[in-house]
């Protein structure tokens, strides 16, 4: 009986070792990807913190035009710009005004001034809303 006592002790603790390996790899595999996503969500927040605009002027004249400085310290892509005149979308074009040396017209660099040329607005007062990247914004209080 004795031998047939350890031969179970034998088999339960190698049964034992086994669970337990295997549970450590899905545990170190867990902690791997939840590595990967801070990692990721790190990169993502640098970049938001990276990235602002400051509205400058907003001239309503004939045509509504936009004077918005990149005041971050990333490239910001034109095609992620939009334009909100009294909380709705509106078109808009899209030029540098003072351009640095980047000469693709579809980047906005650091220090750059917009120009965003939209419709024309009503007399009274109105609210523009730009939004870049990240859903990075800001707004610019102004009466025609």
Known sequence: MGFSVTATHLILFIAAIT???????????????????????????????????????????SYTLIYVLNSGSTVIDSNSVAVFLDDVWVDFTFSIVDRSTNIDNSLWDPEEVALLNTTAVSSGKHKVKVVVQKGISDEYLFNK
């Open 19 to 61: 669970v337990a390996t295997g549970i450590v790899g899905i545990v170190s595999e867990t902690a791997d990807m939840l590595k990967l996503g801070m990692q990721k969500k790190s990169l993502s927040a640098m970049e938001t913190i990276k990235t602002d605009i400051k509205i400058l002027h907003v001239d309503p004249s």
